[in-house]
């Protein structure tokens, strides 16, 4: 296609018109608000349903919520999660549950941010946080193991009973809707 | 099939025997009907209710005939209730109805009441991923349970006998297991106390399983209640690559299947073979897989050199090119050769090595180990060689077989037998002594783990386990069965057949097999019983070989041997 150039004038081919122009605008910039962020000394806002890195949760109590049921190493499509299954020691306060990880490793450098572990999870022992900027020196630094995930997972309150669940239910929870007996 | 009963189910034709139940008439046209407590070979109890059906006959009018309604069809009469289809036989004219509202709104109810004391712990349940009360909720359960009040508690975490962790809150109370110790384990040791919701499974005072056969009722609990002490906790079953196998253990050759995940065995289970194993298998089989992911596998063939014996690692075409060369060299001197072979290979690898050690080398003592342990009179063979028959139909065997093994030690203590193939024998401990073996000139030794014969051999060729090589086994009744692998060799083990082939073809014979179907089609050129036959033939289920005319090992062991003497 042949496009047809506009014909300058003798004004228009000093370029004087362009340039002053030009700094017209960047001189009606100066006074105005800058949206320019100083990050990483200025951290941005993050908004509700944000996915940080996924974290491990403990319970109020300080226990691990995780039984390595493995459905979010079934479930992860990058294949970042790895668990090695365990069993909560006999004597142990929570040895019901009778399962527990040994290991759990996440390879940050694998994993896409997408939410399903937090998603699938029946525990309710995996949350996507808030922690975005995972940087590191070397890979393994970045292959996140059990210990470093439930640091950065910290505590979660809860509203599951199963920790309590051993005969009635815990004195805060909800009660229980009367049944009517039904006449017909 | 004489005389089959005519009936219809789901609006299908169906033709079965006298005196069949629904459950398995249904199977015929393809229609599932839901179950937990019918197991084919159990007797029937009837009590899970979930395989309820809705049952009509024909109505007979005087005659005794069907009264025939307008549309000239036989008018057909519902049962009040519904029936259950495990203890239902089929009639003539009888006309079943199993997806009908009424017969899932029977289901959905027989789910809730499963439900309600079951303690939903799937997450932690070893059986979830393939628990019959898990796929039937998908089905007929409900999203939310109606039930407020508080479950009824039961033992959890129960040892019942050293191999089997009993869970009671999961048990659905369906007692296959209490029929299954009964009825085919022989050991009535299990059993129901208390009433009602309160209902318990376990073991009778004093006793517990402790039967060859415990972990079947592992396999057959629907629901995670009871669950194998050797796979708990290990791994999801979703993860598990499924592949048929052959158990290894003894002569009955069971049909498995081999549980894996990224090159590790998690478990070994039975697979359905009537002519075989039923639906069934020993713990001494199920258990004994461990030495596949042996952390001291051979993982490279390796020569001892050097003056302290060191061993250094080889290339598959290094290690075959030096072999040959030994080879050579001590045929050319004239030595015999003596070789053991194993009737724990695959008829193939046995094949190759008649070929290579006994029309090749031209060895005169070939024989294989036997191996016997205590049998029982269900599935455990007294002979614990998986392939005897192979190994004698190769023509590696003496008779009877391992008569010639103290005839070999007899010849290296002489100094007439100065070279030992040893296939996959610890033969230090069936006859050869150490100090016999470091009197030999050349010991090749080919197999998965260390032992004393491995310590003293001059090369040690890597091999597979059965759980990494394709082959068939041909089992004490003599039937012919598939082998599959499941998981890769560490490093670069191989399969023994290609090991032989290689050899062959440096020894200047025709060892040109690309795959283990062109070792199996020349097995099939001069082995009378398996003419005609593939790999794709025998299928999953394996076939019959007539062995009965198979030359004695003795007569033709004895031939070749004869004829290399005479050149000799």
């Not at chain 2, 407020?148 to 007692?175: A, F, N, Q, W, Y």
């Not at chain 2, 072999?323 to 094949?351: D, H, P, Q, S």
């Not at chain 2, 692998?485 to 025709?510: K, V, Y």
């Not at chain 2, 179907?517 to 019983?529: G, I, K, N, Q, S």
């Amino acid at each position: 296609m042949q496009v047809e150039r506009p014909k300058l004038t003798i004004w228009e081919r000093t370029y004087l018109p362009q340039i002053l122009h030009g700094l017209w605008l960047t001189l009606k910039h100066i006074p105005r608000r800058k949206f320019t962020r100083q990050y990483p000394e200025e951290k941005p806002p993050l908004y509700g349903a944000y996915r940080g890195a996924p974290t491990l949760v403990k319970d109020p109590e300080g226990r691990i919520k995780c039984v390595s049921c493995q459905l979010c190493e079934f479930v992860c499509p990058p294949k970042a999660i790895r668990i090695t299954p365990g069993t909560r020691p006999d004597g142990s306060p929570d040895a019901n549950v009778e399962k527990e990880p040994k290991e759990f490793v996440i390879d940050m450098l694998r994993c896409i941010y997408c939410g399903y572990c937090e998603e699938v999870c029946p525990e309710e022992a995996i949350f996507l946080k808030r922690d975005f900027a995972i940087a590191g020196y070397k890979r393994e630094e970045l292959q996140f193991n059990m210990e470093k995930l439930l640091e950065l997972g910290g505590v979660q309150e809860d509203s599951i009973w199963k920790w309590k669940y051993k005969g009635a239910p815990p004195p805060d929870a909800p009660a229980a809707p009367k049944r009517e007996a039904k006449v017909s | 099939m004489t005389d089959p009963v005519k009936l219809t189910i789901d609006g299908k034709e169906a033709a079965a025997p006298k005196g069949m139940n629904l459950i398995e008439a249904a199977k015929l046209v393809g229609v599932e009907v839901p179950h937990y407590c019918y197991h084919p070979k159990l007797t029937i109890a009837g009590n899970c209710r979930m395989c309820l059906v809705d049952v009509g006959m024909p109505k007979l009018g005087a005659d005794k005939k069907p009264e025939l309604g307008p549309d000239g069809k036989p008018v057909i009469l519902f049962g009040p209730k519904l029936s259950i289809g495990c203890n239902t036989t089929v009639a003539e004219g009888m006309v079943v109805h199993t997806r009908s509202a009424k017969v899932i709104k029977a289901r959905e109810g027989v789910m809730e009441f499963l439900l309600v004391n079951h303690p939903l712990d799937c997450p932690i349940c070893d059986q979830a991923g393939e628990c019959r009360l898990q796929e039937f909720s998908v089905d007929y359960g409900k999203g939310q349970s109606r039930f407020i009040e508080e479950k009824v508690h039961k033992p959890k975490k129960t040892e019942i006998g050293p191999k089997i962790m009993l869970d009671d809150e999961r048990c659905i109370l369906c007692s296959r297991c209490v029929r299954f110790m009964k009825e085919v384990a022989g050991q009535d040791c299990l059993g129901f106390v208390e009433r009602g919701s309160y209902s318990t499974l376990t073991c009778y005072p004093g006793m517990e399983p402790n039967t060859n056969y415990d972990l079947n009722i592992v396999d057959i609990c629907p629901v995670g209640a009871l669950t194998s002490n050797d796979f708990r906790f290990k791994q999801r079953v979703w993860f598990l690559k499924e592949t048929k196998s052959i158990c290894p253990n003894c002569a009955t050759g069971c049909n498995t299947v081999l549980w894996s995940r990224e090159g590790v065995v998690h478990r070994q289970t039975p697979r359905d073979n009537d002519a075989v194993n039923q639906c069934w298998m020993c713990d001494h089989g199920r258990l004994h897989y461990q030495f596949i992911n042996d952390p001291n596998r051979f993982v490279a063939p390796t020569v001892k050199s050097g003056a302290m014996g060191e061993r250094f690692n080889l290339t598959w075409p290094e290690a075959t090119r030096q072999i040959g060369e030994r080879l050579k060299a001590l045929k050319g001197k004239g030595a015999t050769i003596a070789a053991i072979g194993t009737t724990r290979a695959t008829t193939e690898e046995l094949f190759l090595f008649n070929k290579l050690v006994r029309e090749v080398l031209g060895a005169e003592l070939v024989d294989c180990v036997p191996h016997v342990g205590e049998g029982d009179k269900f599935l455990l063979n007294a002979d614990r060689s998986p392939n005897m028959n192979g190994a004698k139909l190769a023509g590696v065997t003496a008779d009877p077989v391992g008569s010639r093994i103290p005839v070999i030690a007899e010849a290296i203590k002489s100094g007439r037998i100065k070279t030992l193939i040893i296939h996959g024998e610890n033969v230090a401990k069936h006859g050869i002594a150490e100090d016999l073996l470091g009197k030999l000139e050349l010991l090749v030794v080919i197999d998965t783990l260390p032992n004393k014969v491995t310590e003293l051999a001059h090369f040690v060729l890597a091999g597979a386990t059965f759980a990494e090589k394709r082959g068939t086994f041909i089992n004490g009744k003599a039937r012919l069965q598939r082998l599959n692998a499941a998981i890769p060799s560490p490093g670069i083990a191989r399969p023994e057949w290609q090991t032989f082939a290689a050899l062959l073809n440096e020894l200047g014979a025709d060892g040109k097999y690309l795959a283990i179907e062109d070792v199996f089609a020349d097995m099939t050129r001069t082995l009378a019983p398996l003419a005609g036959l593939n790999l794709s033939k025998i299928g999953d289920q394996g076939v019959e070989l007539k062995l009965g005319t198979v030359t004695p090992p003795a007569a033709s062991a004895e031939k070749p041997a004869a004829t290399v003497e005479a050149k000799a």
